[in-house]
């Protein structure tokens, strides 16, 4: 993570032409911050980086262009468009109204409901109490402050499925504190917020670090009210770190499976998820109903992303203005 | 512009040589697959074993059993559990089995169709079917809902787990049982799959894939009744989780059968072990474990362990597996299919 903060400036910078990458453990929080704010040398390797060289380079530099667009491409295409493609057409494999039928079902209906609602409740919660974390984190001084610091990361490298039963051990059946939470949604918020956990605190932190502190002592200095230095100066600056680690917390959310699966207790129309209803659907030898619920969800984690570029990058252009 | 395409060039063979080395490495592993088989065959051979979910705790004692005898001496096992028409179908994709040992009979059938099971597969005495047993209630501790008989798994509020019949075996004789028991052994059709009906519409909540996940499910807390194996029933008891169980009056027969695949490549080992499973001393184990035997020495040992229901509904009743699946159970087609379907969808 270190490397990242290095990477961190203050300050708006131009937008790269990276396309928003589906989240991935480990390098997603790095990702957002890039998206807002990251040196341009740290991103060369995207395709935007590249071209933008090139059309001042000359010799070598002009050839590689085309090789670089060429393996990119084809990397991409190998490993995420071909197998993307292949689902969406065993998706349709019964035409439009097959495809139509099998996410009209009534329990696939609920799953992704289920899915969306209990998602954007852990994207919320995350909003605000990631943002809380990181504030303390780079804030305050206490004993522990790099035990903590480190724990944080903890969601990303454990499995999900020791998520799950860590969760079950102790909100489970006869649970230690009398709270059991397994076989209710409620059960799943509390899986959720577990595994996304690092989205927008890692978002949030470098950008509160690199803020400027003078700015909120001026505001201070000039009569403004904690909540005012907060809300008018703090925020904005802190609002698309904040965006875009919630917004990769939510489409982690809708896609995690680990996790949920002990502690949720799959319930049709209660508490199964998409990712679980697609399970059920290939154990019982339906792939057709698995496919297009997982096309289904793809569309709603891909429009997550690109409402999140918009918007990002809509704020980002605010920003420069107002410079 | 000599270098650049040099460069090119090496990338080229070197990607090249990249997608040929994943397919070669993937047509070089099932080719070598024989031959270290083979190799393994002369000191040790493995038997890839393919099962439902809940026999695990009888081949849990048969295999060590097994392998104290002449036959099964340095015979090592590779073993894989799962719900029973998933474990099937994996088979039929084309997973390595030596030895399948489903929960109905349909997902051998299966295996047949596909031209890996020879079709005299249960040509034996005991027609392939080793041990059984018998559909039974499963309560909480006390039987705090009173439940006795079928009727009182329909009164108001009562919660029934049971699997589903799509993937698992164990679901199909859970449903069977009823249905049996409700139509008079099919003759009243009409009453059975009302009762399979009002059952599953108002009763069945959650659906897991398998009789051990079912299990797991009922143990963590949901439901009142859990619909299962006798033999289930028994293990989670001797394993002290607070449940009991309440066989009913009428019932249902529970026959697992186990096949040997014709391709094997340790036809001979896989084979000893299948006639191993029918010797008494095996018979005696299963029996231990919970599994009704099919040996009638060894059923007239263990008779008081294993009482006999009121009246004891078999597949033979309902005009066997092929009429029970095809009218039943076939997706789409089948009526309880159907009532599944329509209740869960």
């Known amino acids: ?323 | 512009m000599r270098r650049p395409s040099i460069a090119l060039a090496a990338i080229a063979v070197t990607a090249t040589l990249g997608l040929t080395a994943c397919a070669g490495g993937g047509a070089s592993d099932t080719a070598a697959g024989p031959g270290t088989a083979a190799a393994d065959g002369a000191a040790t051979s493995t038997i890839n074993l393919y099962a439902y979910a809940v026999p695990k705790v009888g081949f849990d004692v048969v295999i060590p059993a097994f392998q104290k005898t002449k036959a099964g001496q340095g015979v090592q096992f590779q073993q894989s559990y799962g719900a029973s028409g998933d474990q099937s179908r994996k088979v039929a994709a084309g997973a390595e089995a030596d030895f399948v040992n489903f929960s109905v009979e349909p997902d051998i059938t299966r295996l047949v169709d596909a031209g890996l099971v020879d079709p005299n597969w249960n040509a034996n005495e005991h027609k392939g079917i080793p041990f059984g047993s018998v559909v039974t209630i499963v309560v909480r501790k006390g039987n705090p809902k009173g439940i006795k008989d079928w009727d009182d798994l329909l009164k108001p509020g009562v919660e029934v787990v049971t699997p589903n019949p799509f993937s698992s075996g164990s679901a199909k004789w859970n449903l069977l049982a009823p249905y049996a028991a409700k139509s008079n052994g099919g003759v009243d059709k009409a009453a059975g799959l009302a009762y399979v009906s009002a059952l599953v519409k108002d009763h069945v909540k959650v659906q897991p894939k398998s009789g051990r996940e079912a299990t797991e499910t009922f143990l963590q807390g949901s439901g009142d009744v859990l619909l299962s194996y006798e033999n289930e029933a028994l293990f989670v008891e001797k394993n002290g989780d607070p449940v009991e169980h309440v066989t009913p009056p009428t019932t249902f027969k529970i026959e697992n059968p186990a096949a040997v695949l014709k391709g094997s490549k340790n036809l001979a080992t896989a084979t000893a072990f299948n006639d191993y499973l029918y010797t008494p001393a095996a018979q005696k184990l299963l029996a231990e474990a919970g599994f009704r035997p099919v040996d009638t020495t060894v059923a007239q040992e263990y008779a008081s362990k294993f009482p006999a229901p009121a009246k004891l509904w078999t597949i033979a009743d309902l005009g066997g597996w092929k009429t029970v699946d095809s009218t039943l159970f076939k997706k789409d087609v089948g009526d309880i299919a159907k009532i599944y379907d329509q209740a869960t969808q």
Do not use: C
């Open chain 1, 1 to 323: 993570m270190t490397s990242d903060l290095d990477q961190q400036r203050g300050g708006p910078r131009p937008e790269t032409d990276a396309a928003p990458l589906p989240p991935r453990p480990g390098a997603t929080a790095s990702d957002g911050i890039r998206r807002h704010g990251g040196d341009p040398a740290a991103r060369g390797e995207t395709s935007g980086g590249a071209s933008r060289r090139a059309r001042h380079g000359k010799g070598l530099r002009g050839l590689r262009r085309p090789l670089g667009i060429g393996i990119v491409t084809l990397w991409l295409s190998v490993i995420v468009l071909l197998p993307l493609a292949a689902l969406t057409v065993a998706a349709f494999d019964e035409g439009l109204a097959g495809f139509w039928e099998a996410i009209t079902a009534p329990a696939a209906l609920a799953s992704l409901w289920v899915t969306v609602l209990v998602s954007a409740v852990v994207a919320l919660v995350n909003a605000v109490l990631g943002t809380l974390v990181a504030w303390v984190l780079v804030r305050d001084e206490f004993r522990g402050k790099r035990f903590v610091n480190a724990v944080i990361d903890l969601p990303f490298a454990l499995p999900t499925i020791v998520a799950s039963i860590v969760l079950l051990s102790l909100y489970g059946p006869n649970s230690p504190i009398g709270v059991e939470l397994n076989a209710t949604r409620w059960g799943l918020v509390v899986a959720l917020l577990f595994v996304t956990l690092p989205f927008v605190v890692r978002s949030v932190q470098p950008v509160l670090i690199e803020a400027d502190r003078e700015v909120e002592e001026a505001a201070a200095s000039l009569g403004a009210t904690t909540w005012t230095t907060f809300r008018r100066i703090v925020l904005p600056t802190l609002a698309p770190a904040i965006l875009s680690g919630t917004g990769l917390a939510f489409a982690r959310a809708i896609g995690e499976y680990g996790s949920v699966v002990l502690i949720g207790g799959n319930i049709p129309r209660e508490t199964q998820v998409a990712s679980q209803y697609i399970q059920q659907q290939i154990e019982i030898d339906r792939p057709l109903n698995a496919a297009a619920v997982s096309v289904a969800l793809l569309a709603i984690a891909f429009v997550t992303l690109l409402l999140l570029r918009v918007v990002s990058s809509r704020s980002q252009r605010r920003e420069e203005r107002d410079a």
